[in-house]
């Protein structure tokens, strides 16, 4: 297959250029779709995985995270996929999210042929474009679910603008302890005695 012979085979053993598996009577063998995958792929396509994944911003929104795991898995089993659930509980904006590390890690090791979402936001906010970039090229199939109608890119900067305010003002106000409070009346006197 290769055009080399049994000893030029050995050499690039003993180099470490070849990795043989031995069997039980120590003879050698080689998989040629790692010696070259270009030439000789293992048809893994068949044994990756689907992944349904779920978001949601916040924990009163719960109720909204079962809705959504329920109906990715009827869709996935009325398709009659074998699938796995990954839900997070977190912002859009976060990209250290538990569920989506473990979803791009299995992408890029070439374990997941299919990814289902109810909408394009449940994955990310900002970047889900650069996961379907991902995705392509690693040959993920996307199923969005609800494509919904195409919006004009007013509305889009408009509620990307309105996701920004709503997560900084969360984490201001989530962050108003004593101590902090007390830094920004300080702050605060700062700036007033320098305006004088």
Avoid at 126 to 150: H, M, P, R, T, Y
Wanted: with cysteine.
């Amino acid at each position: 297959m290769l055009g080399v012979s049994t000893s030029t085979l050995r050499r690039w053993e003993s180099s470490g250029k070849l990795v043989p598996e031995r069997t039980s009577g120590n003879q050698r063998r080689y998989d040629l779709s790692k010696i070259r995958p270009e030439t000789f792929r293992t048809d893994t396509k068949a044994l990756r995985k689907t992944i349904a994944y779920a978001r949601v911003s916040s924990h009163d929104q719960k109720a909204d995270l079962e809705r959504q795991k329920q109906v990715l898995e009827m869709y996935c089993a009325s398709q009659g996929w074998t699938f796995e659930v990954v839900a997070d509980l977190g912002s859009g904006m976060n990209y250290h999210k538990k569920g989506l590390k473990h979803l791009l890690e299995d992408i890029l090791e070439d374990q997941v042929g299919r990814l289902v979402i109810t909408h394009k936001d449940r994955l990310l906010r900002f970047g889900a474009e650069l996961v379907f970039a991902i995705c392509e090229a690693k040959e993920v199939e996307v199923v969005i679910l609800n494509k919904g109608q195409d919006t004009g890119f007013e509305e889009d900067l408009a509620k990307d603008v309105l996701e920004i305010i709503t997560v900084f003002s969360a984490r201001l106000y989530g962050s108003r302890s004593r101590k902090n409070k007390k830094l920004l009346e300080g702050i605060g006197a700062a700036v007033k005695d320098s305006s004088k």
